[in-house]
């Protein structure tokens, strides 16, 4: 029965974030058509509402194309192997009925972001083309100096919270936010967000000029279609985590999805404000500005903890 029970809500689960991340798409061209002063998509179904599925059908049912060349039995996996990884992440979200809520859902979610580093590195390199060779390794060194910063702030809350599990946010959140508490902190978190997902201003894997479309640039019908809804599945999945992290993490009320919806608007909002970044800054500003911001926030909770600590005793 408890495995039938965990097998229905993987199941749930998974159909939920595919139908979210349909509507992500939809929003994201709504915002962004707006932002440059022209319509989105308007024609198919009630102001385009039906875009994101009949995309899908197109993409699904187009003919997949291999290279010659390509290293083929990679090449076809690691856009599955994404798009497996970006869902599996969800299992630390704390559920109502507590099958997944496990103890050490931050370190599963450390493992999982590791993880996708090699899917990318090898769609971009089993492709056997220069361009997508070139887009992964840009893409695998941003994000490899991104989840330093991410790993530093998780593991100051961590020292905070006093344990692994995300029901520990929502506990201590109840009667102040984390985002009161540690603001400079949600602002590195935000960018690192951006930075891990490839999205603008850090959307170095897909230099149009130089690179065309950077790793994925071989792919096309359903591996591009699953390498796409792997990435906003992850920009779904940190809108979550940000909400839990810093925004009272109520993860049972309806305020919660507007609180997640909220993020996700952010995340679009900067990809139709900001021009890209150049890539030498953006390693300057993970290694040399985040990385000291992480490190002193990781030294004062951790001294703060032992303070409180040693009063208690």
Known sequence: MILFLFLMESIIMFISVLVGVAFLTLLERKVLGYIQIRKGPNKVGYCGIIQPFSDAIKLFNKEQTFPMTSN?????????????????????????????????????????????????????WSSNSLYALLGGLRAVSQTISYEV????????????????????????????????????????????????????????????????????????????????????????????????????????????????VLVSFAFIWVRGTLPRYRYDKLMYLAWKSFLPISLNYLVFFGGLKILILSFLI
């Open 72 to 124: 083929y039995l990679p090449y076809y996996l690691s856009p599955i192997f994404s798009l497996f990884l970006s869902l599996f992440l969800w299992v630390i979200m704390p559920f109502y009925f507590g099958l997944f809520s496990f103890n050490l859902g931050l370190l599963f979610f450390l493992c999982c972001t590791s993880m996708g580093v090699y899917t990318v590195m090898i769609a971009g």
């Open 149 to 260: 910063s991410l790993s530093l702030i998780l593991m100051s809350f961590i020292f905070m919270a006093g344990g692994y599990s995300c029901d520990l946010f929502i506990k201590y959140q109840y009667f102040c936010w984390f985002l009161f508490i540690s603001f400079p902190l949600m602002i590195v978190w935000f960018a690192s967000c951006l930075a891990e997902t490839n999205r603008t201003p850090f959307d170095f894997a897909e230099g149009e000029s130089e690179l065309v479309s950077g790793f994925n640039v071989e792919y096309s019908s359903g591996g591009f279609a699953l390498i796409f809804m792997a990435e906003y599945s992850s920009i779904l999945f940190m809108s979550m985590f940000f909400v839990v992290m810093f925004l009272g993490g109520d993860v049972y009320s309806f305020v919660f999805v507007f609180k997640l």
